[in-house]
């Protein structure tokens, strides 16, 4: 198995034990009914410091709800870590093909790609985990279009981690229906393509893998704002202060919120977490906690433009028109690793030592590990 695999699993993990006692964790888990209920919890717990792993091929987050699918019917049925990161690592490639392909049209019509393809990916894990075949299989991914959901406008609120958690908690549902026998044509899936302007593809197997394309976040907050951090770090090095941001026009579908109202909608603005970083230096999870006022009456001095030109995730700050920083491959990008050292240390600040070594038996029960990491 690729190592960058076990990579993005752990971090997940970490983010999911770091998350869950956010409001958003804490109400999927008092909601929390059955199996079920138990996946969309870890999937919210997941995604909810938005600290998660991200693909930017189709800017989605992929072990978002693909991992807790996994790992949670995984400890459900008795399975170790191995056939969990087994399950994973084709349902992580399933949903990135199907973002990819679909990338930047479905965040542009208000979809939110990582729930919208998520369920799909979820649903691919899960029929591994069950150790489906043939059409009971096709079923599984078939079955798992008609809970495709998830929306844009519900960035900045609880909305955008459970939505996610519901994803997960849908490709499970798929996929056990499918187990018992349930069925629906292949047509569905051009009926999905109609109803989300969409374009259907099969997983390919071999070529280029997506794993490669993955980014582990050096921040907890949106991916999209990741490159001006980086660029606001440098020119608060150098003693510059600038003016205007630079970012590619898709940068906005996913973090568009210029004047945030609180902390949370604060990870999906571009001026606020440039300000904040040229004021503060790199945000922490403790930074959104509430809105800092001197970062926000500083952002609204900075003015956003978009220029198509751009790599998709690069930002460039001026001051009077002349370029004072440019970023093209924040860290944690596959241009820009994240070293060792930093993810472990991000690894250890949200998970502490319940995850020490949490991976490195591949004969682990699933169970212990879930249970280890207090998502059970």
Not at 326 to 345: K, Y
Request: aromatic share 6%; hydrophobic share 45%.
């Amino acid at each position: 198995m690729h190592d960058a695999y076990r990579t993005a699993f752990l971090d997940w993990l970490a983010c999911a034990v770091g998350g869950a006692e956010e409001p958003a964790a804490q109400a999927a888990r008092a909601a929390a009914d059955g199996l079920e209920g138990r996946v969309a919890a870890a999937g919210t717990a997941g995604h909810v410091l938005d600290f998660d792993d991200t693909y930017t091929p189709g800017l989605a987050h992929l072990s978002a709800p693909v991992a807790p699918a996994a790992l949670v019917l995984g400890a459900e049925l008795g399975r170790t870590i191995e056939d969990v990161l087994a399950a994973y690592t084709l349902g992580f490639e399933a949903m990135a093909h199907l973002a990819r392909t679909n990338h930047p049209a479905m965040r542009e019509r208000g979809w939110h790609p990582t729930a919208t393809c998520g369920v799909f990916g979820a649903a691919t894990a899960a029929a591994r985990v069950l150790e489906l075949g043939g059409e009971p299989f096709a079923n599984a991914l078939r079955l798992s279009l008609l809970a495709a959901s998830g929306l844009r406008a519900a960035f900045g609120s609880d909305g955008k981690s459970l939505q996610v958690g519901a994803a997960a908690a849908a490709g499970v549902r798929a996929a056990r229906l499918a187990a018992a026998g349930a069925s629906v044509p292949a047509e569905v899936e051009h009926g999905w393509e109609q109803a989300y302007g969409a374009r259907w593809v099969e997983p390919e197997p071999g070529g280029e893998l997506a794993i490669e394309g993955n980014w582990i976040k050096a921040y907890p907050c949106c991916l999209q704002t990741h490159g001006a951090i980086d660029a606001a770090l440098a020119a608060r090095e150098r003693g510059a202060r600038p003016d205007t941001i630079v970012v590619h026009p898709v940068s906005l579908t996913a973090a568009e919120i210029e004047d945030p109202a609180d902390g949370l909608q604060a990870k999906f603005s571009i001026p606020y977490l440039t300000a904040y970083a040229l004021i503060r230096g790199a945000p922490t999870v403790a930074s959104f906690a509430e809105l800092d006022p001197d970062a926000r009456e500083a952002a609204r001095g900075l003015t956003l433009r978009t220029d198509p030109g751009l790599l998709e995730s690069e930002a460039i700050l001026s001051r009077g028109g002349e370029e004072v920083a440019r970023v093209e491959a924040a860290i944690g990008s596959p241009r820009n690793p994240m070293p060792a050292e930093r993810l472990a240390r991000k690894v250890r600040d949200l998970g502490g030592e319940r995850l020490e070594g949490a991976l490195e038996d591949p004969e682990r029960p699933a169970a212990e590990l879930l249970a280890a990491a207090g998502l059970a």
